[in-house]
């Protein structure tokens, strides 16, 4: 029997990552970070995107910020010195602004430059159950850095056509990181979002991805539901915006089966 609680065992760290833009990867780390937050986890989302989009999206000011994830990375400040508290999400925050930006060209130089998110997050890693990582819409040295601080990686997909390409790259990029650089990473899962089941070529996609990738395509499914749109204009997750609706709830399951995966790997 498993003795271990989610107290005593330092965080697992997801990446939710697809270097494809607007696929459903920042919606998917704010409204798991709430979902675990709403089945009692302990949570940290780190947002590596210089876009900021996390960082707002959990109701905090990317343009007032003390210190960023750009510091933590350059070695300015730690992790308790730079987070920043979600009350409206429940969870905390390692925040970013465009200032990440920088970041590529500050690190190409310095020793060890793809561990530098992995050291950090060792730091806090026993205060928190989950720590999830909201990659860029690249392959760059910012997504090396969560790769290689990740047990696991989160690819979120929209059931179209084109869905599947470009996915080799990224499985491929994580065999590499794997071998090369964070032996702790796998490939945790498909996520498939703003799934419509009235379009029957989503319906088509889903199932093939269901043949090719087996248990590796999550069995929650996030529907096309406006809500979930809505709710960063108002500084908030979904989640916690219209608890209700159907994309929350689809997103609270989604917790629930990541709760069940982690107690799995132990
Ligand atoms: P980027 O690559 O720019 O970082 P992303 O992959 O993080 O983008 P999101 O910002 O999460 O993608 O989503 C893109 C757009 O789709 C946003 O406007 C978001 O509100 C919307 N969206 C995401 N998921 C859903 C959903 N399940 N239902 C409806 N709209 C959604
Ligand atoms: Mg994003």
Do not use: W
């Not at 979930?228 to 608890?243: C, F, I, N, Q, T």
């Amino acid at each position: 029997m498993n003795t271990k609680t989610s107290s005593t065992r330092p965080a697992r760290v997801f990446c939710i990552a697809n270097q494809k833009g607007g696929v459903g990867k920042t919606t998917t780390a704010i409204n798991l970070a709430a979902g675990l937050a709403t089945h009692g986890r302990r949570v940290l989302l780190i947002d590596l995107d210089p876009q900021g989009n996390a960082t707002m999206g959990s109701g905090i000011d990317k343009s007032t910020l003390q210190s960023t994830l750009y510091d933590v990375l350059i070695g300015d400040a730690s992790i308790e010195q730079a987070r920043v508290r979600s009350d409206a999400g429940g969870y905390d925050v390692l925040p970013a602004n465009r200032e990440l930006s920088g970041a590529e060209i500050d690190l190409v130089n310095m020793e060890a430059r793809e561990r530098q998110l992995k050291a950090a997050i060792g730091a806090v890693a026993s205060q928190y159950d989950f720590v999830l990582i909201d990659c860029p819409p690249t392959l760059s040295l910012l997504t090396l850095n969560g790769l290689a601080a990740a047990h696991g990686v989160i690819i979120p997909m929209q059931c179209e056509y084109f869905a599947l390409e470009g996915l080799s790259d990224l499985v491929n990029t994580i065999k590499r990181v794997h071998r090369n650089i964070n032996e702790d990473l796998s490939f945790i899962g498909l996520l498939r979002v703003m799934f419509d089941p009235r379009m029957t070529l989503q319906q088509q996609v889903s199932a093939q991805l269901e043949s090719h990738f087996g248990d590796k395509v999550f069995t929650t499914v996030i529907p096309r539901n406006v809500r979930l749109a809505e709710a960063p204009s108002y500084g908030l997750p979904g989640v916690v915006y219209d608890k209700a609706s159907r994309g929350a709830q689809a997103y609270i399951s989604f917790g629930a089966e990541m709760v069940k995966r982690v107690e799995a790997m132990d």
